[in-house]
């Protein structure tokens, strides 16, 4: 059972080895525009995600505008009813 634990430490050893390895792949040319390309992924996740939040707060405030425009109706009340 031993056998199939994979520790899932990373220390500096494995992750020079990594660097390595990524550089051997795609070469120091390429890698620059690689990163450029996750930067503005990240970046765009972030906008996309401050705006739906900013979108979910403004619904809520609409809605308990809503809510407190409209008057409580009685339940008991002969008003409207037919």
Do not use: C, Y
Not at 7 to 21: A, E, F, K, M, Y
Not at 32 to 39: F, K, Q, S, T, V
Request: charged share 30%; hydrophobic share 45%; aromatic share 4%.
């Amino acid at each position: 059972m031993n056998a199939l634990f994979i520790p899932l430490v990373i220390g500096w050893p494995q992750i020079i080895l990594i660097i390595l390895v990524v550089l051997l792949l795609f070469g120091g040319k390429k890698i620059p525009e690689m990163m450029r390309g996750l930067g503005g992924g990240i970046k765009e996740f972030k906008n996309a995600s401050k705006d739906d939040v900013a979108a979910k707060k403004a619904e809520d405030v609409r809605k308990d505008d809503l809510n407190s425009e409209r008057p409580l109706r009685d339940e008991h009340s002969t008003e409207g009813k037919i």
